[in-house]
């Protein structure tokens, strides 16, 4: 490992994602600090003398600053603050957030999902925050990685193309060239449009999980999620509600990726289906399947995936009959409204907003 460098990150979330961001860009000779809301996510990387154990693509063991339960101590200071919980968590990190954020800081969420910059902005705002910092986000998170154990990780995949756009679109350059040498997997998306119109977990991970309730909620039942749940015929159904998807984004001038080219660039991999593409993915082979319905891939990616992509398709006069049977279908079976708790136009700020207007905010002409 080489001399660290001035840069100084600060990661939100010690989630796997959280944890293999921190200790690979500890390994990249950068100062870390890593802040978790509870405790108990962090406590045996504190006893480890604040290391973290990569294995798989990465493997070494990354050596943190700062491991705290204090924003404070991990926000000063940083110049780069990336912001790993899952999207349903943005709002209230926001709101910790927003006293302690000082000029010139950008933070970059991994990942935005659909609407999180504008969210995380407005927040910020509502909260009383005064820093001019830049607000970004990732379309994806660039790891793909479990936890083995407390303060060890397997990095399955590192992406081969992450697209980041900044909030307002007209720093998003600025953002690329300040991780250029960091993470060049960033490529500059068009706006936050593009970025969270392009929200594949929206559409590979509640639906399947959704339709394999029966089988996650036995006990009797373990199976990998992605090679056991998306079978043929829920593949299928997919690619209709992933068409869906793609013509809500062409309605707002985005260039709408499939899934199935997205896994192509992110990840490398091919297939005469989506079926096939998935099947083809070696770093699918060790996820498994959630063991409860109240899992991320329902409780984050329906609010702030299928909720603001439906909401911005009727912002635009798309119908999105499909998507809003899988939303309706997630409300019914968890006993939550997830069109009342979701990212709508309303609670985005963009009610009674053209298409136009829309745009012009995310590229910073409005």
């Known amino acids: 490992m080489g001399e660290k460098t001035p840069v100084a990150f600060a990661v939100i979330g010690a989630g796997s994602t959280g944890q293999a961001m921190a200790a690979h860009l500890a390994l990249m000779g950068y100062r870390v ?6 405790e108990d996510r962090i406590k045996n990387i504190i006893s480890r003398d604040n290391g973290i154990k990569l294995e798989g693509r990465v493997k070494g063991t990354g050596r943190l600053d700062t491991v705290t339960t204090d924003i404070h101590k991990v926000v000063r200071d940083g110049d780069i603050i990336f912001i790993d919980v899952p999207a349903s968590a943005h709002r209230s990190i926001a709101e910790i957030c927003a006293p302690h954020l000082e000029d010139g800081q950008t933070v970059i ?6 609407g999180g910059s504008i969210e995380f902005s407005k927040v910020l705002k ?12 990732t379309q994806t998170v660039i790891y793909t990685t479990r936890s083995t154990e407390d303060a060890e990780i397997e990095i399955f995949a590192i992406k081969n193309r992450v697209p980041l756009a900044a909030f307002p679109a007209s720093k998003t350059q600025t953002v690329i060239e300040k991780m250029k040498g ?18 594949v977990g929206s559409i590979l991970h509640p639906v399947p999980t959704l339709l394999s309730a029966s089988w996650i909620e036995s006990p009797k039942t373990r199976f990998k ?30 260039k709408a990726v499939s899934v199935r080219e997205w896994l192509s660039q992110a990840y490398g991999v091919a297939g005469n289906s989506l079926y096939e593409a998935i099947q083809n993915n070696t770093a699918y082979g060790q996820i498994d399947a959630p ?3 109240r899992h991320r891939y329902i409780l984050e990616d329906v609010p702030t995936g299928l909720v603001p992509i439906a909401s911005l398709g009727a912002l635009a006069g798309v119908a999105t009959p499909n ?8 409300s019914k079976l968890l006993r939550i409204d997830f069109w009342a708790e979701g990212r709508t136009v309303e609670n985005l700020g963009l009610k009674g907003m053209s298409v136009d207007e829309v745009k012009q905010i995310a590229e910073g002409k409005g």
């Open 33 to 38: 600090r890593l802040y978790n809301r509870h």
């Open 323 to 330: 998507i809003n049977t899988m939303i309706n279908l997630a």
């Open 109 to 114: 969420l991994n990942p935005g999902r659909t």
């Open 126 to 137: 509502e909260s009383g925050a005064k820093a001019d910092v830049t607000i970004a986000e």
């Open 182 to 199: 960091i993470y060049p997997q960033f490529v500059p998306a068009g706006s936050v449009l593009e970025t969270g119109l392009n929200n």
């Open 225 to 254: 999620y992605y090679y056991e749940a998306i079978t043929p015929t829920i593949s299928g159904l997919l690619e209709i509600i992933d068409r869906e998807r793609m013509v809500v984004a062409e309605a707002f001038g985005v």
């Open 291 to 293: 063991e409860t319905l």
